[in-house]
């Protein structure tokens, strides 16, 4: 995990999608333990508190769970939850993204189309 | 009410009014970073709240108890500070001191920190290092569980690999034990995401006290050509600017106002030691 204080992201939002990523990549697996609050702020020297508000996030998404006395597990179910997640994303971080940097280089609506042909081409092998 | 309360405080050396009429409250159970440059007051706050100097005027309480002449305060508050009071003695002998004078004195613990640090205990003090005497303090303030504990310049001398020793004990203590931690500061951005709330003093006065969180998302900077970001800066509480080249970089405090915005214009984040050092940038004191 890599925290950075010169981002837009306020630290706690930070910490909860680096976790969440962490779930998504397998790192850390449902129903397994996640690293404890204290782990988590003694390894970056963040706050307890903001490290456990950032938690709180992906409990409130029922992408983790608390076991009392025990700490946060990964909740059955949490990597397809993020997939879904993710992809109901997709339009809003990607393409919008995407389609204003393409206007502001004066592009075709062909042009970009075919851009991405040429990356689904190129970078999808199978 | 759990908290320390600074009540119109003034303190004067000499000619120099140290503190000016300075208030304010430490939350309990929080870690406070208190800022402030080269003279700004830090200290002399830091010795009156810890009743080792008197105040000219004001009250300072802790859990609503006076700090002054209180023998209840031993054991409330302790405060790791600059000065040396027995360089001729050895490390080892000092903590037997302090285990005797102490009750919350954990004598095990202070054993067991200073070897992580590599603290040699039966050295006198006058012979120890600028990092290892920062370090003989860290151990003491660490080693006593009193519920408030003020750490002033707690890495002076160290290198990277005590001072990330020394965050991460400290972690772990505030996490297990829930004191009320204050650090003062001048490696702002080594504390900037360890500290809750921030107080910040100039002149002997407080200029700031909020909680990093508020801060950094009033906190922003403005970047375009001159005349755009001039533009956008009117009627703007502009804490100050940088100017490269043709590009005007402005440092705003308030709300980013959208409808002034344009595509030329670029708002990013602002840290919190570009704050502090935009915030009492007035040449030196």
């Known amino acids: 995990m890599n925290i950075s204080s010169n981002t837009e992201k306020p630290i706690f939002i930070q910490i909860a ?20 609050t204290n782990e988590i702020s003694t390894l970056l020297n963040i706050n307890p508190h903001t490290v456990l508000k950032g938690m709180n996030i992906l409990v409130e998404e029922n992408i983790i769970y608390k076991r009392r006395g ?22 809003e971080n990607y393409i919008q993204t995407l389609i204003k940097e393409a206007d502001k280089l004066n592009m075709s609506k062909e042009q970009i189309v075919s851009l991405i042909e040429k990356g689904i081409d190129e970078l999808r092998k199978e | ?42 200290s002399t706050l830091i010795n009156i709240i ?41 490390v080892i002998n000092i903590f037997k001191w302090t285990n005797e004078f102490y009750d919350c004195f954990d004598f095990d613990k202070a054993l067991n920190i200073s070897k992580q640090f590599g603290l040699n205990v039966n050295k006198k003090l006058k012979n120890l290092s600028t990092g290892y005497n920062s370090i003989f303090k860290l151990v003491i303030a660490l080693s006593l569980n009193t519920p408030y504990v003020i750490f002033d310049e707690p890495v002076l001398g160290l290198d990277a690999n005590h001072r990330e020793l020394f965050y991460k004990l400290l972690i772990e203590d505030y996490e297990k034990n829930g004191r009320t931690v204050i650090i003062a500061t001048h490696l702002i951005e080594e504390v900037a995401n360890l500290i809750e709330d921030v107080i910040i003093i100039d002149k002997g006065k407080l200029l700031l006290q ?32 940088d100017e490269i080249a043709g590009m005007k970089i402005a440092y705003v405090m308030g709300y980013i106002k959208d ?25 030196g004191v």
């Open chain 1, 17 to 36: 999608e680096q976790i969440e990523d962490n779930i998504f990549t397998g790192v850390f697996k449902e129903e397994e333990k996640i690293p404890s």
């Open chain 1, 70 to 91: 025990l700490g946060m597990f990964v909740k059955e179910g949490a990597v397809e939850q993020i997939r879904q997640k993710r992809k109901s994303m997709f339009y």
């Open chain 2, 1 to 42: 009410m759990n908290s320390i309360s600074v009540k119109n405080v003034s303190k004067r050396f000499k000619n120099t009014l140290a503190l000016d009429n300075i208030s304010f409250n430490i939350e309990h159970g929080k870690i406070h970073g208190l800022l402030g440059r080269n003279g700004a007051g830090k």
């Open chain 2, 50 to 90: 810890s009743n080792r100097i008197f105040a000219d005027s004001g009250d300072i309480t802790i859990d609503d108890e006076t700090v002054v002449e209180n023998n209840k305060m031993h054991d409330k508050i302790y405060c790791m500070s600059e000065s040396n009071y027995y360089p001729n003695y050895k």
């Open chain 2, 210 to 241: 909020s909680s990093i969180e508020d801060l950094m998302m009033e906190g922003y900077t403005v970047s375009g050509t001159k005349q755009d970001v001039e533009k956008y800066c009117i009627d703007e509480n502009v804490i100050g600017y």
């Open chain 2, 259 to 283: 409808d002034k915005l344009n595509d030329r214009l670029h708002i990013s984040s602002i840290n919190l030691q570009k704050l502090f050092v935009k915030l009492t940038d007035n040449g």
